[in-house]
Every structure is written in structure tokens, then in C-alpha cells.
């Protein structure tokens, strides 16, 4: 099946500071969601893109799809302690099943 | 907040038992899925179904086996678990008025450990 690679693959960060993490596919979707896993729980819905070039803010997280259709990106303004987690993104091409991207884990260093 | 259920939370079983892993969702969505995940890796969808009476297998083969005779309730069976069933099973749904279809919801997961 498709396949969508996501970097980098973990971060460590001091709280604060920005980040910034994408997702990229050799096909083109028409939607990319961004989730956010905590530890023992299930993914929850962050950001949702529907069109090329969008870019839609969700208090401190902003998500652009890209252009091509074939890249997403996930940006974290002044990231707080709660931040930490895997973060996931997922790609859909017409009503078919999501493909999950292999996620990016969060890490703020105190 | 989602509303979308599974039980149990945590399950610790032997090898050869039958369990069922229970998810229920109160948004009316059509669309409902199980995925596999290890911990902090990707999810793997291993059923799925777009209305009562509708399975289909997912990407990762699984020994499991699903049934959807309601439309909030999906839930999955293995018949004989064996430790290689071990891992963290996700339920979601989507479909419905207030969001895109494509918009997945995720239960909080059972953890599933065959001794």
C-alpha cells in the first residue's frame, strides 16, 4: 500500500521553542489529518486540510498542505509540557481508508 | 470530545482463550475501523466496515474476525489469542453530519497481553 514517510522520526526540545515536523508520499491526497497520541490512549484529531496549499491554525499548532498534494507539515508555536506525545499524520485520497504516516515523538528535555 | 468506547482497557490472557474487544460509538458514524499498533509505532488497519452488515479486511492480516449487526457496536474476536496477538488494538469511526468523512475518531485502545 501507499506509504508516507514523516521527520524527523523524534525531537528533543527545550519548552518553548518551535517546532516543526512533516509528512511526504509518493501519491497525491486530497486530505491530510494531523493526530496527537498520548501514552496508552488513542489518537486524537488535530488538525484537519482539505485543500492544496491550506494552511489552518489550531491555537498553537498551524498545518499546511502542501502544494504538490503529496506533503503535509505540522508546526508547534512555544511548546509547552503538555506537547509531549507521538504525533501522527495521515493521508486520504478520495472517501478510501487513511494512511498513517510512521509518527514523530516529542520529547521537551526540562 | 469524541464519543467512542472500548473495553476492556487492559486484558491479560492466555494462550488458546477466545476474547472479544468491545467498541461502541454514539455519533451515528456509518464508518467504523480496528487498527493494530505497537507501542510508538504506526497504525495498522486490520478491519474495517462502511455499514451494518459490511466487513472488509484491512491492510495487515490478522487472525481476528469482526461482526457489525448494530451500527454503533464493532466488535472484534480472536477465537484462540496467542502471545504474537499482543499489542495495543485502536477502534475509530467516522461518517456523520458534523464532520468529514474522512475524519477518524479513535477510542482510548486496549492493551491486549497473551501470557
Known amino acids: 500500500g501507499q506509504q508516507l514517510n514523516q521527520s524527523p522520526q523524534s525531537m528533543f526540545i527545550q519548552e518553548g521553542e518551535d517546532v516543526s515536523m512533516n509528512c511526504t508520499s509518493s501519491s497525491i491526497f486530497n486530505t491530510w489529518l494531523w493526530y496527537k497520541q498520548d501514552p496508552g490512549e488513542g489518537p486524537v484529531l488535530l488538525i484537519a486540510?482539505?485543500?492544496?496549499?491550506e494552511l489552518t491554525s489550531n491555537g498553537r499548532l498551524t498545518a499546511q498542505f502542501g502544494i504538490t498534494r503529496k506533503d503535509s507539515f505540522l508546526n508547534i508555536s512555544a511548546s509547552i509540557p503538555s506537547d509531549v506525545g507521538i504525533y501522527f499524520c495521515a493521508g486520504v485520497f478520495g472517501n478510501e481508508k487513511l494512511t498513517f504516516g510512521t509518527g514523530t515523538r516529542l520529547t521537551i528535555i526540562p | 470530545e469524541a464519543d467512542i468506547y472500548q473495553t476492556p482497557r487492559y486484558l491479560v490472557i492466555g494462550t488458546g482463550k477466545k476474547i472479544t474487544l468491545e467498541c461502541s460509538q454514539t455519533m451515528g458514524h456509518d464508518k467504523m475501523y480496528w487498527y493494530q499498533q505497537d507501542p510508538g509505532m504506526e497504525l495498522h488497519l486490520i478491519h474495517y466496515?462502511?455499514?451494518?452488515?459490511?466487513?472488509e479486511k484491512g491492510d495487515l492480516s490478522s487472525e481476528s474476525t469482526v461482526s457489525r449487526i448494530r451500527t454503533e457496536h464493532f466488535p472484534l474476536t480472536l477465537e484462540s489469542a496467542r502471545p504474537s496477538h499482543t499489542s495495543q488494538y485502536l477502534c475509530?469511526?467516522?461518517?456523520?453530519?458534523?464532520?468529514?468523512?474522512?475524519?477518524?475518531?479513535f477510542g482510548p485502545g486496549t492493551r491486549l497481553t497473551v501470557l
Open positions: 486540510l482539505y485543500k492544496a496549499g
Open positions: 475509530a469511526s467516522s461518517g456523520g453530519l458534523a464532520s468529514s468523512y474522512n475524519e477518524q475518531f
Open positions: 466496515s462502511y455499514g451494518v452488515n459490511s466487513t
